[in-house]
C-alpha cells in the first residue's frame, strides 16, 4: 500500500502550489500555466486513464499541438 499511495499523490495537487490564502497577485502566469498544464496531463480513472487533454482532442478530431 506504501508505493501505491506515494504514486497517487505524487501528482500536483493545486492546494500544493497555491495553498489557501495565497494572494493571486503574486503568482505568475508562468506558475498557473505549469499547473494547468499539469492538471490537463494528469491521467483519470473517469476517462479511462487517459488525460482530459487527450480525451478533448480525440471527441473533437483536433490534433494536439
Same mark, same amino acid.
Given at each position: 500500500?506504501?508505493?501505491? +499511495? ?5 501528482? /500536483? %495537487? =493545486? !492546494?500544493?502550489?497555491?495553498?489557501? !490564502?495565497?494572494? +493571486?497577485?503574486?503568482?505568475? %502566469?508562468?506558475? $498557473?500555466?505549469? $499547473?494547468?498544464?499539469?492538471?490537463? #496531463?494528469? =491521467?483519470?480513472? !473517469? ?7 487527450? $480525451?478533448? +482532442?480525440?471527441? #473533437? !478530431? /483536433?490534433?494536439?499541438?
Amino acid at each position: 500500500m506504501g508505493a501505491r +499511495f506515494e504514486r497517487k499523490h505524487q501528482w /500536483l %495537487d =493545486p !492546494g500544493q502550489c497555491f495553498p489557501k !490564502g495565497t494572494s +493571486f497577485a503574486e503568482i505568475t %502566469d508562468m506558475q $498557473v500555466e505549469f $499547473v494547468m498544464y499539469r492538471l490537463k #496531463n494528469r =491521467p483519470r480513472k !473517469g476517462l479511462g486513464y487517459k488525460t482530459p487533454h487527450k $480525451v478533448f +482532442f480525440d471527441e #473533437n !478530431g /483536433l490534433k494536439a499541438a
